[in-house]
């Protein structure tokens, strides 16, 4: 888990917006990265500047 900013998104946060979040694509790679801690870093960048 990365360090706490205001800007991150709370657990039911992630809940109302995980069921929009698309699937990774098959036949490419697995996805090896946390969506939900890619949109916390656009979010502190948003916030932040």
Do not use: H
């Not at 360090?3 to 039911?12: E, G, Q, V």
């Not at 946060?13 to 697995?30: F, N, Y």
């Amino acid at each position: 888990m990365s360090k706490a900013y205001s800007s991150n998104l709370t657990k039911d946060q992630w809940e109302l917006l995980e069921p929009l979040i698309p699937v990774a694509k098959k036949g490419g790679c697995p996805r090896v990265v946390d969506v939900w801690e890619v949109l916390n870093a656009i979010f502190y960048v948003l916030t932040q500047g």
